[in-house]
């Protein structure tokens, strides 16, 4: 009863049948017919005109998204526990040429406008300093955290007001947008961000991310950036068919809502052990290394986080008997 | 009836399958069983032990393959109209962070030593000018030819020699293997290959490609290169298993001898047309405007090449009747 | 009696007299009186609003100078014998973050609106091959040929249509312009030419070239490359000196007088065996290896240039007995 | 009074001397006369064969050193207060292609065995993050505290056995060196450090620093990398020049101890005042905003160190009177 991470479990039926369906001779590239329907799909998702690109990875979507908001002598802030900073092995410094990412910290890896502008205010505005570009958010966070709307439209409001591109790393946007109940649009281009990582391999997909432009002119040079980094498939048809297929009936939100609910069944259960509260489909718990050992023992996996913390994620297709057992086994400790 | 590239083509049914067989929970990256297969199915290939990843695009299996030949100050020496000069948009600048394709010229983008000799006497040996680092050859060329065993093992002692790094861009090697009828080794580590990018998507597959390294060891760096460029799929055993059921029972050789055979039926009807001889999948035919128009009204599709000639590709599934329909075309031109 | 080259003679006596002038105590990198007065002397000797920054060597300068016209996906297109591309270690692609440089041909190291053209025309405008965004020219080329204004327009004119920034390598703009006895202006930015490198080193300069953006609004980011590079001096005042020196009394100007009138006596010497008509300060000569041999034996130390030719360059400082005594055995081989 | 950097001082007189008696033809780059002499110059000052470059700035130093102890996808550990951090504009990710600098923190901007274990002990040993390659300490700190023979062995006993490479960025080193009485070789390569910068700028020179390689193979691709960034001046002879003047006669050392000597006066005058001890030529001085607003209206310029803190240093040629007066200004506060 594996519950490392959401970004191992199986592709979706829906994938797996898109992938058939898409069997079958079309234009290379992203000249075929599913590529070409990505751009009206997400406009319609979010409700304004969209550029819409299939990525393989979030690592890529992301570098790609901010080597469009940053040049190679910027900065870019983000939190000290960023994905983009921590897990992506100098990725974004790779695709940017060298940016500096530049770190706030904040529980629960959120950021709030306060300590951005405490950031800022320490750099002195002169050329021996990295000036800083663009502020890159994750929605949900490294922690299970989700920024609201409003919270989002704050930081964006301080992005334009500071002349910062703006990114969110939305690996899990699916679970924000579930959970929270509101428009993609209002967590999004509304609140002022530029540019969405928009992840739908953790949540179902196989080998497709979705990297949006909210301004479909920004789009323009990282076509050429995602060609020069080996990104442009020749057969990009199976990647646009996984999240077409996803969009289709919701499934990608229906997807989210079922990682979200079993997180919040564990939550439930771990009641004061919880590190942060259950906002999207992670769960940290306080455990001892005897409690740890004990819940292995019942044939649970699941990742330490630093000592006397663990970190359980719950995927799209998560056996219910296995979470409802992992529940009882945590309230049981 | 398209005869634009085979790189658009469908995937095989083996391909396929191997998909839905492996979509079930498995570590993720490349710590799935699958991955874990691909060292010993390549080695037994081989019949030497190698380090094969496997890599989404033959474009970042060239440009990994580069940047572990070849450092940011270097050169690679490689023909005028590499793929890797003209298609990739930069892509082997990209990864090597700046190092200067230096080009040499060669019928049929074919290099002989004598023409890479003759480069490297034309640079001067100081800190001004950039000094070849490595070589990398396609096999089969951007216009269907193969280098024999004994051609590659001729460049492979001359980069010896001259201390380069050797690549090869086999996006094509399936075919190039086919045609002929040499044990895999030759064509590679045995003729001085260092790292082969091995292709499968132009040969049936959907988006795996495998880089080979018959220094294993050579390896270690380029497995933080992957990452660092978005190529560490989280699922990565999709590809894994693309690759290894092309592997069984030699599916690779298969369609590459389907594809091949096609081609040389049109070859037949071409006669005298062929700008050259046809040793792989692709034919190469001079045609006026009006034939070209004569045959497009006929129903088949390609790329004019040039002005006067015409590519034709023939793919692993290619239809049988539109490959007869096309000869006939030709012949009655 | 070296005619080696022009880039190792003494650094004239105006210039050491600035070095000693300015070696007092002012404020650190480019904040200090003397880079305050840059952008106004190179303004008005321009007769219009320049940014001007100094930079301790060309190949930085010019390197600086593609940067900020050139992404890294772009491509520069210059003459295949330029000296960014074949005597500067990469040092563009270095810059620019793996910018291609796109090479070709023509006499004397001079590029034509036709053969530029050309090399457009032979790219296509897909994400798959590197687009050119910039051209750069040498003023006076690598075989001390000069283009006229009416030949910097054409080429300022063809970069306009297409979009494509443009450089001057202005290494020996200095002779250039002695030779024309033209305005600095029409050679440059009234001709189309958005950046120039404009060398000082090789005309009497120690250790000060300056880089001048006829857009002042462009030259903001390389402030900052200019520091991440490390060529921000903290005592730049040594170099803004040195220019300041040589513009004063337009030193510049009667330095490559000297070194043009000397060139011109080789060349009248010289007769037929001239390679390339002599424009500026460098001859190109035919002779046999007896010939360079018998030359070399009187005491002449220069560059053998391929097989059977010899160049000679005339520095601003060449003893005239030196340039009487070499015409002489010119002509008297 | 200035008192804000020793980066503004004047040259000193041997070095001026010395631009004068380099000033006369030589062979070009580092081919000539002085150039050569300087690998015997420095294998005699640290008592082992070196290989010792010239580069005119510091920020190019470090960064070519970091550069050829760390990979593109390498990491550098230094104290969060660094100059390569924080003043060079991202010269180190420029250099090394986008390296990451791993912060640690420490009193002084001084790194200590047991805060550098704890960074490298929290970086996960997979592909994700970004693995540390090289160290690097500043010498004196940024905060004028210089590391002891000891304290160097230990970081260099720490990086032997975790394989990181050892750099000191000795833009101070010669202040370090004054101070300690002991000699260079135990602060360096006896200590484990394999690259160093060697600061002449700050200590009287006029434009040339010197890079020591104390593993002379390791500078071979620095030799491509200085060409590449536009760090070869074609006139090297005069940076040559400035770093042989101050080695002979010991001037680098006597530079230096007039400098420590002044700041040593300054402290005595501050007594309480003093943020760290004075161990070099900085002084910080806690004073409130109406203190220093006094000093500044005696006279003395200096930098606001925060808020409550001043900066004030000590130039290699700092009038004796000034520093008198300025520590009777300290003193009657």
Redesign the interface.
């Known amino acids: 009863m594996?519950f490392?991470?959401d970004?191992?479990?199986?592709?979706c039926p829906e994938v797996?049948a898109a992938?058939?369906e898409a069997?079958?001779?079309?234009?290379?590239y992203d000249g075929?017919a599913h590529s070409a329907r990505l751009d009206e799909a997400f406009s319609a998702l979010f409700e304004t005109p969209v550029r819409a690109l299939w990525?393989?990875?979030?690592?890529?979507?992301?570098?790609l998204a901010l080597a469009s908001l940053c040049?190679?002598?910027g900065g870019i802030v983000c939190h000290r526990e960023a994905h983009i900073q921590?897990?992506?092995?100098?990725?974004p410094?790779?695709?940017?040429?060298?940016?500096?990412?530049m770190l706030v910290d904040g529980p629960g890896a959120k950021l709030t406008p306060t300590a951005v502008e405490a950031l800022l205010g320490s750099v002195r505005g002169d050329?021996?300093?990295?000036?800083p570009r663009a502020l890159s958010i994750t929605q949900a966070t490294e922690y299970g955290l989700v920024y609201t709307p409003e919270e989002v439209a704050a930081l964006g409001a301080l992005c334009k007001a500071r002349g910062l591109g703006f990114h969110m790393d939305g690996a899990r946007f699916a679970n924000a947008v579930a959970r929270l109940g509101c428009h993609p649009a209002d967590l999004t281009w509304r609140a002022g961000v530029d540019v969405l990582s928009f992840g739908f391999?953790?949540n179902g997909g196989?080998?497709a991310e979705a990297l949006i432009f909210f301004d479909p002119a920004r789009a323009a040079?990282t076509?050429?950036?995602?060609?020069?980094?080996?990104?442009?498939?020749?057969?990009g048809r199976?990647?646009a068919a996984q999240l077409l297929a996803m969009l289709e009936d919701d499934v990608w939100l229906r997807n989210a809502c079922a990682a979200n609910e079993g997180a919040t069944r564990l939550a439930a259960a771990a009641g004061a052990r919880l590190v942060y509260p259950v906002e999207a489909n992670e769960v940290f718990l306080k455990v001892t290394a005897a409690e740890a050992a004990s819940l292995r023992k019942q044939g649970f996996d699941f990742y330490d986080w630093g000592s006397g913390e663990a970190r359980l994620v719950v995927?799209w297709d998560q056996d219910p008997t296995h979470i409802d057992a992992l529940a009882a086994a945590i309230a049981a400790l």
Do not use: W
């Open positions: 594996r490392f991470s970004n191992a479990a199986a592709a797996m992938l058939t069997n079958t001779l079309d234009t290379a075929d990525i393989a990875t979030g690592t890529a979507a992301n570098s040049p190679p002598h921590n897990d992506e092995c100098g990725a410094e790779f695709y940017t040429h060298g940016a500096k990412l050329v021996h300093q990295v000036q391999v953790k196989m080998s040079d076509l050429y950036r995602r060609k020069r980094a080996g990104h442009l498939l020749s057969k199976y990647l995927s």
